[in-house]
């Protein structure tokens, strides 16, 4: 990084140091089952704020399923779709 004259010297340099001791595992993670059965992600992103919402669920879920969990987690977030944009599945949104 170069300094140039129009920045201010910070007279008050931040110490960092660490909060608390971090104690390290002694070997690899246990194994964890905490996938739930999910096998798939369906990803959701506003286009107004690009902000996604990643939701997990099975590769073998209905249309009703999914609309569901749509509804139930995304709706709930966002409020109401003015237009679906799908990469996927024509099917799923043709019926709109």
Same mark, same amino acid.
């Given at each position: +990084?170069?300094?140039?004259?129009?920045?201010?010297? %910070?007279?008050?340099?931040?110490?960092?140091?660490?909060?608390?001791?971090?104690?390290?595992?002694?070997?690899?993670?246990?194994?964890?089952?905490?996938?739930?059965? =999910?096998?798939? =992600?369906?990803?959701?992103?506003?286009?107004?704020?690009?902000?996604?919402?990643?939701?997990?669920?099975?590769?073998? %879920?209905?249309? +009703?399923?999914?609309?569901?969990?749509?509804?139930?987690?995304?709706?709930?977030?966002?409020?109401? =779709?003015?237009?679906?944009?799908?990469?996927?599945?024509?099917? =799923?949104?043709?019926?709109?």
């Amino acid at each position: +990084m170069h300094w140039k004259k129009t920045w201010k010297y %910070d007279e008050n340099p931040r110490t960092h140091k660490t909060l608390g001791n971090c104690p390290y595992g002694l070997g690899n993670w246990p194994t964890t089952r905490s996938d739930r059965g =999910f096998n798939a =992600f369906l990803v959701s992103v506003d286009r107004f704020s690009k902000t996604p919402i990643f939701l997990p669920y099975h590769k073998d %879920d209905t249309a +009703m399923d999914t609309s569901l969990l749509i509804w139930n987690r995304v709706v709930s977030w966002t409020g109401i =779709f003015t237009n679906i944009i799908s990469d996927r599945d024509p099917n =799923f949104t043709s019926a709109l």
